[in-house]
């Protein structure tokens, strides 16, 4: 690999180990940008990938969960929050995980239907919950328990692959609330008898 692309990989790499981290990918970006700008990256290249770490930086995942499986079964619903700061739309077009075999995108409005994709809209926030749009596993590997937590892996046209925290809750779950501005979690786990 030449100079140039171990750069860029670099930034890309950067960028993507932040957000799994939660870290900021908007000052990995500044730093990995002037590290490039030494490295002799093109006008191109250097563009494309401040374009990479915006678009990821414009990009929020908040409130991921999911309800406890009962050891025979075999799918799972995940929600969670994705917020998008941007001034442009951006699309979720993929999700994996190591807890599933399979994983879908599901549309809400009553239909449940599995998507290619699903658009975040500019300056808003998509919601996945109960009866609503949610990420599907099928083929569980393992049944889900209470009090564990995995990663899914979302996939976003421009922005790339940003991950997600799961956080397992009991299987009666109506989820999690956050409040705003404080950065707070308070479980809303157990619903209402």
């Known amino acids: 690999m030449n100079q140039r692309g171990h750069l860029l990989g670099t930034l890309i790499a950067a960028c993507l180990g932040l957000a799994i981290i939660g870290a900021s990918p908007s000052l990995a970006a500044e730093d990995a940008a002037g590290e490039a700008a030494e490295g002799g990256l093109t006008e191109a290249e250097e563009a494309a990938a401040a374009a990479i770490a915006e678009a990821r930086a414009n990009i929020s995942l908040t409130n991921a ?24 739309a951006e699309r979720l077009i993929g999700v994996r995980t190591e807890m599933s075999e399979r994983v879908m ?33 099928m083929d569980l590997r393992a049944p889900l328990l209470e009090g564990d937590s995995f990663l899914v892996q979302l996939e976003f046209e421009t922005g790339g692959s940003q991950a997600a925290s799961v956080q397992v809750l009991a299987a009666n779950a109506v989820g999690l609330t956050t409040v705003v501005g404080t ?11």
């Open 65 to 88: 969960w999911t309800r406890a499986t009962p050891g025979n079964a075999t799918n799972a619903a995940v929600y969670l929050r994705i917020g998008n700061i941007g001034e442009l």
């Open 105 to 137: 995108i599901h549309s809400g409005g009553g239909q449940m239907a599995a998507v290619e994709s699903l658009e975040v809209p500019a300056e808003d926030a998509v919601l996945f919950a109960p009866n609503g749009h949610h990420i599907m596993l």
């Open 183 to 193: 950065g707070a979690t308070d479980s809303a786990s157990e619903a209402s008898e």
